[in-house]
């Protein structure tokens, strides 16, 4: 709306796949401009070894969302397994993705197939989000317009609240 055309965004993929291991990234530079890396907790090491893509047996790659209690419990429960990269593992082994991808669903938990970006686009839920704007504003009362504020960059003098939590939103998120 501020400049009157569709603006396209282009994410690196090297960047966005550094994002994903931020915790290997992760430092802090002692007094003397050295750098150390910052150690994960005990629980986060642990959820990064069993938080991985597992085969399933039709071939494809199934990724569980194991990094919160509630939800690892409820993976856990449609897997049958233990909370350990061995277990869970095998378990996925034993279901075919899109299965598994409708299991996890419909226990109200988290996980889902990895797909290249051409499958994700036919994906009813790609495809709905392809058809979407990056940011969508719905008036939700009647209000007087407020003109953007100057600034060279699409978003300047715009305030954002973030809450989100987890991967996305934090990288989502930071300016």
């Known amino acids: 709306m501020r400049t009157g055309r569709r603006q396209k965004i282009k994410v690196s993929v090297r960047d966005a796949a550094a994002t994903l291991r931020t915790g290997d990234y ?26 991985q893509p597992w085969r399933t047996k039709d071939g494809l790659y199934f990724l569980p969302h194991l990094n919160l209690p509630n939800l690892a419990a409820r993976v856990l429960g449609v897997l049958k ?16 993705a899109d299965d598994l991808e409708d299991a996890i669903a419909k226990a109200r938990a988290c996980g889902g197939i990895v797909r290249s970006q051409t499958e994700w686009l036919v994906h009813p839920q790609g495809a709905y989000l392809a058809s979407r704007p990056v940011v969508e504003i719905t008036r939700i009362g009647d209000a007087p317009a407020q003109p953007f504020h100057k600034g ?18 934090r990288s989502a998120g930071e300016a």
């Open 81 to 96: 397994c233990e909370h350990t990269p061995a277990s869970v593992s095998a378990a996925v082994a034993q279901w075919n």
């Open 26 to 51: 992760t430092v802090k530079r002692d007094g003397n401009g050295a750098y150390h890396p910052i150690p994960i907790p005990a629980a986060q090491a642990h959820m990064l070894t069993v938080t």
């Open 152 to 169: 060279d960059q699409p978003l300047s003098g715009v305030r954002v609240l973030d809450l989100t939590r987890i991967l996305a939103g």
